[in-house]
């Protein structure tokens, strides 16, 4: 089995706690008290793509769509294994808009067909099954279609031999299982596996690895973002049935009301 | 009379989804004038699907099960065919995963988890972002708008709507070439599971207040004297506590049981998301102040690995 060449798409999303806030105009989250992270599924589909290279052997490259400051996103990717970055922006994303999917996957399609024809293909991509913050659900989609490569979503388990990939959905019941040729596309579901911490060693090469930046402009697509709303909370009165273990009573009386017990 | 609304029909060899009703229920209320036409593709009879003004069935052999590419190419081809006004599904892992194939094929904007929209040009919609957690406004400007509804937003009752046996079913054979489903299930591995977390009508879940894998002892000891599913946060299963299946959350389960017991957990937004649609919140928690507890119905304020035994034993004593 040759090595394998794999490219991991991650989004660099803000990580609000207990409530979201907005900006005063209601166009962005407000970011000042928050750190910043890879959505989930995504830093499953980097800890995926080491354990198949640990396997196999070759090599990954992470990729954003994003401002410079998601080069914090890429450096910890490479933190934990990663060999290359790829940062993809232009002014309007540095200036922290964030694209719609039709065009992030468009200036993913770029970057992709730019680097293949730069270093040979790549055997897979891999994306999340979906981004914590928009939830489109469609980029990994749309690139796999531009780049005439099979795909499938909502994957828990991956593995390759023979150039074929074998990968595992979980549905109500267990799993169904799909088959796909390389090269291919998956969108990964956190539940994968564990993601692994950086290691010492690997934050100092993190450090001084080198970042690529791709300039990418492509047009926009036709999902507009207007502005945003957080939902209303609804006010609960909170009954308090006691403290400690001298609760339980109280706790057992709310199973046999509720009629649960 | 104004074109018809695609619903594409999520259905597994035959056996149609709950939730698909919800997409026939959101067409029918963001579209009132539009007939809905339900699309079920593949198998060699159509289920029966009630709610719906007319039913497309789309045969192909190579549609015999699913399959993302060749569902999102067979769905395309319809649309073509038909010009709807808009395609529509229930913003399951399949719907979504299909109308993000006919967007792309078409390149058209596709929005999905839609909580409200309104046609014009461009369409008008209101979209979950964050798992739910926050709402995004925003335009649709498109020949052909795609729209995923959010789950469990519209219910599935379709009161005034014809019955499935006064529908007619016209047939669509779309044009696929041999390995058009080259992803398709080639297989399927069956796991045995009594109470299913999404169905159990009371959730038993643990946080990292939990402490441990053991510490899941008692929790899994009152699930079992209630029937209960046991649930848990994503802490838990980053620490290899409990199996990712069992995590409730944005990415994690959605749950609505009658009764989630919520046992060490501060009640993160991505948490809370995953159990707001539960009828009845009962937080265990040293914290008084933990989001959890101010936004429960019930709490009790204390160590766990002290009251949840407890509870366990007082239940056991009062069945005795
Ligand atoms: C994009 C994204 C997606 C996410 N998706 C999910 C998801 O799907 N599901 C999810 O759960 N989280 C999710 N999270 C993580 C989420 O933000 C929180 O970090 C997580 O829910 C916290 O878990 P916890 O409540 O168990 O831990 P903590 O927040 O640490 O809370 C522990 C709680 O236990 C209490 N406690 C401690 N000891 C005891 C004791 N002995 N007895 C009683 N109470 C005690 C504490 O007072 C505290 O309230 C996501 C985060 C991001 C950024
Ligand atoms: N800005 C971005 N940069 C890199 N990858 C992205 C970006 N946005 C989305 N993706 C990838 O596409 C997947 C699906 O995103 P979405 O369609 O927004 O739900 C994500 O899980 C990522 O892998």
Redesign the interface.
């Known amino acids: 089995m040759p090595a394998l060449r794999i490219l991991v798409c991650v989004k660099r999303v803000p990580a609000p706690g207990a409530q979201i806030t907005l900006t005063a105009d209601g166009r962005a989250i407000d970011t000042r008290n928050l750190a910043f992270t890879t959505s989930p599924h995504e830093e499953c589909a980097v800890e995926e793509a080491i354990r198949l290279v640990e396997g196999h052997g070759g090599d990954i490259t992470v990729l954003t769509v994003g401002p410079p400051e998601a080069e914090e996103q890429l450096r910890f990717s490479i933190s934990v294994g990663a060999q290359h970055a790829i940062l993809v922006t232009n002014d309007r994303v540095a200036d922290g808009a964030d694209p719609d999917p039709q065009a992030t996957a468009r200036a993913i399609t770029g970057a992709v067909r730019a680097l293949e024809a730069e270093a040979g293909p790549f055997d897979l991509l891999l994306f999340g099954n979906e981004s914590a913050d928009s939830g489109g659900f469609q980029v990994g989609v749309r690139v796999a279609r531009a780049l005439g490569r099979p795909i499938v979503n909502g994957i828990k388990a991956i593995d390759i031999s023979d150039a074929v990939l074998t990968a595992r959905r979980e549905c109500d019941d267990g799993f169904e299982v799909y088959r796909l040729g390389l090269p291919a596309v998956i969108g990964v579901k956190e539940g994968i596996n564990l993601p692994r911490y950086p290691t010492l060693p690997g934050r100092l090469r993190s450090k001084k690895a080198e970042v690529q930046t791709i300039i990418a402009e492509p047009p926009g697509g036709g999902l507009t973002m207007v502005r945003f709303e957080t939902p209303a909370v609804e006010v609960t009165e909170t009954v308090l049935l006691g403290t400690g273990a001298g609760a339980a009573g109280a706790v057992v009386d709310l199973f046999y009301e509720l009629g649960l017990a | 009379m104004t074109d018809p609304v695609l619903v594409l029909i999520d259905h ?1 060899r035959g056996t149609v989804g709950d939730e698909t009703r919800q997409a026939l229920a959101f067409s029918r209320a963001c579209l009132p004038h539009a007939p809905v036409a339900a699309v079920v593709i593949g198998g060699a009879v159509p289920p029966t699907v009630s709610g719906a003004d007319a039913i497309w069935h789309v045969r192909h052999v190579e549609l015999d099960d ?1 399959a ?2 060749a569902w999102g190419d067979a769905l395309h081809q319809l649309a073509a065919a038909v010009s709807p006004s808009a395609i529509v599904a229930t ?1 399951t ?1 399949r719907g ?2 299909v109308l ?2 006919v ?3 078409a ?7 839609v909580l409200l929209a309104t046609p014009g040009s ?1 369409w008008r919609i209101r979209r ?15 020949q052909l708008p795609i729209l ?1 509804c959010a789950l469990h937003v519209y219910s599935g009752d379709l009161a005034n709507a014809p019955a499935a046996r006064e529908v007619s079913v016209a047939e669509f054979v779309p044009t696929l070439g041999p390995g058009a489903a ?10 045995a ?1 009594g109470i ?1 977390l ?1 169905t159990a ?2 959730v038993v879940s643990g946080g990292r207040g939990v402490g441990s894998e053991e510490g899941f002892a008692a929790i899994e000891a009152l699930a079992e ?2 029937g209960a599913a046991v649930g848990c946060s ?1 802490v838990v ?2 620490q ?1 506590w409990r ?3 069992d ?1 409730v959350g ?3 389960k959605r749950v609505a049981p ?2 989630y017991i919520a046992c060490g957990i ?5 948490h809370w998301v995953g159990m707001q649609a539960a009828k ?1 919140v ?2 265990i928690n040293t914290d008084p102040n933990a ?1 959890m ?11 766990l690995h ?2 949840v ?3 366990v ?3 056991r004593r ?1 069945r005795a």
Do not use: M
């Not at chain 2, 798992?131 to 400007?141: C, K, R, Y």
């Not at chain 2, 501060?266 to 991505?270: D, H, K």
């Open positions: 597994d699913y993302p590419e913003g892992e979504n995963e993000a194939h967007a792309a094929i390149d058209e904007p596709f929005a999905a988890n461009p979950a972002r964050w798992g739910g957690s926050l709402l995004e406004d925003a335009t649709v400007s498109a995923s080259r992803t398709r299930v080639v297989d399927r591995v069956q796991i599971e299913t999404t009508p009371v004297l209630l994503r299963t980053n290899g199996p990712h299946a995590q944005q990415t994690g009658d009764l501060s009640g993160a937004i991505q009845h009962l937080a989001p507890v101010t936004k429960a119905d019930y709490a009790v304020i204390g160590d002290e009251i035994p407890a509870i034993e007082e239940l009062r």
